[in-house]
Every structure is written in C-alpha cells, then in structure tokens.
C-alpha cells in the first residue's frame, strides 16, 4: 500500500452535518430530527438556549438570529459541512442565517418547496400541513401581503446580474420587497424571484426584454393580507 498523507484539520471528523435544536423537552423518538438514533451517519447537535415554543414559534423568531448565528458557528468549527434545525418554522431566519453560514444551510423543510413545485403537473401547487399559521410567515418572508408585480428572472451566477435587474425595476418606478433565488439544476444559473411595487408590468417586461434578461414568470398580485380579506 503506498503513502497516505491527511491534510487540513477540524476539531471532529465524520459527522458532516450539523443540527440547530430548540431549547425544548418532549420525546424524541427515532425518527425524529432530534434523536441521533435516526441517522445512518453521526451527526453534531448544538441547543440554541432560549429558543423556545414562544421564541420561535409564537414569536416568528424576533431578535434570535445572533443565537442561531452563533450556535452554526460553533457546529462549523467542529466540523460540520452542512447546517440544519429542529424546527420548520426557523424558514423566517433563512435568509439571514445562510448570508453569514459558510456552509449549505436549510433552516426548514420549506425550503424544498421550490424544487417540489416544479416536478408538479401545470396547475398544481405545493401543499403545507402544519399546525399553526407557518404560511402566513412564509408568505409574509415572500412579500405576499403586498400588491405588486412577482418577477421570476433566470440570471447566470455573474457580478452584478441581481443589481441590473434591480436598476430595471428601479427605472421602472418599482420598489423591491422581497428577493429569494433557486438553483434546481445545480449549474451556473440561478432563478430569482423578486416581488416588488409600483411597477408597471408591461413597461417592466419591455425594459427587462431589451436588457436581455431571461424571464421565467411575470405577474401581477393582489394583498393577500388577512386585513385585506377581513380575517
């Protein structure tokens, strides 16, 4: 057998993904995110203290970032690869979690809800069970309790793609509310959909067509606010 040489070096090796737990008691039976029985591999848990039901939950995760932030952190510089958590209602801390992770982070299973819609026929839409109002969360992080106009651009993963389209949008008289990207197909592209208000769609699309943006959807939606239907 010739030489084998190991390189690199991490506090734990062989347990790649790493698991953000809620501070929370209930029986974890295998099967379960967190008992470590479940996994067919090791894997590395860090309770986040004071991540509660209430917290969370209740809360929609207000001023729990940094603890999340923090406790990623500390899995990453044990070794972990990758970075999950205990709760699908952590999607509303997606976003901010994943820009300063330097690991893959999914913080919610809904996150696979993308990649579900488009293996789905025409016509048909994702369903969420769930036990509390998640989907008022999830459509609020999306900016659905906002008239205006959803654009979905495919963009190569290039400097400067996401700021051209925002200075379209900009010259259109539109003001961006949310932005979330996909990258189904694992290759150089990227979709984006971005929701914004105070655009005209037909001016938008012809900016967006002389700029030679790739556009996968545009739409024009109503406030889908409870307060706009009186619930």
């Known amino acids: 057998m010739g030489e084998r040489k190991a390189f690199g070096g991490k506090?734990?090796?062989?347990?790649?993904v790493g698991?953000?737990?809620?501070e929370t008691r209930f029986p974890r039976v295998p099967g379960d995110i967190g008992n470590a029985l479940t996994w067919p591999f090791p894997?590395?848990?860090?309770?986040?203290?004071?991540?509660?039901?209430?917290?969370?939950?209740?809360?929609k995760a207000k001023d729990m970032l940094e603890a999340f932030?923090?406790?990623?952190d500390d899995l990453v510089t044990q070794g972990a690869d990758g970075i999950a958590t205990s709760c699908?209602?952590?999607?509303?801390?997606?976003?901010?979690?994943?820009?300063?992770?330097?690991?893959?982070?999914?913080?919610?299973s809904l996150m696979q809800v993308p990649f579900v819609q488009r293996l789905l026929p025409p016509g048909k839409k994702v369903g969420i069970i769930t036990e509390t109002d998640i989907f008022k969360?999830?459509?609020?992080?999306?900016?659905?309790?906002?008239?205006?106009?959803?654009?979905?651009?495919?963009?190569?993963?290039?400097?400067?793609?996401?700021?051209?389209?925002?200075?379209?949008?900009?010259e259109a008289n539109g003001n961006i509310l949310a932005v979330t990207t996909t990258n189904i197909n694992q290759d150089e592209n990227s979709e984006v959909t971005i929701k914004e208000t105070g655009a005209d769609a037909k001016a938008l699309k012809k900016l967006l067509d002389k700029?030679?943006?790739?556009?996968?959807?545009?739409?024009?939606?109503?406030?889908?606010?409870?307060k706009k239907f009186g619930k």
């Open 211 to 226: 700029a030679d943006i790739s556009v996968v959807d545009l739409r024009t939606n109503v406030d889908y606010s409870p």
């Open 137 to 170: 969360a999830f459509v609020s992080v999306l900016g659905g309790y906002a008239e205006g106009i959803r654009l979905t651009v495919d963009l190569p993963d290039e400097v400067g793609k996401l700021a051209e389209v925002a200075k379209l949008i900009a």
């Open 11 to 16: 506090t734990i090796y062989g347990a790649r």
């Open 88 to 108: 699908g209602y952590l999607s509303v801390i997606q976003e901010g979690l994943r820009a300063r992770c330097p690991v893959p982070v999914a913080s919610s």
């Open 43 to 59: 894997v590395l848990y860090k309770v986040i203290r004071g991540a509660t039901f209430k917290t969370v939950i209740v809360d």
């Open 69 to 72: 932030v923090a406790g990623a």
């Open 19 to 22: 698991i953000l737990i809620l």
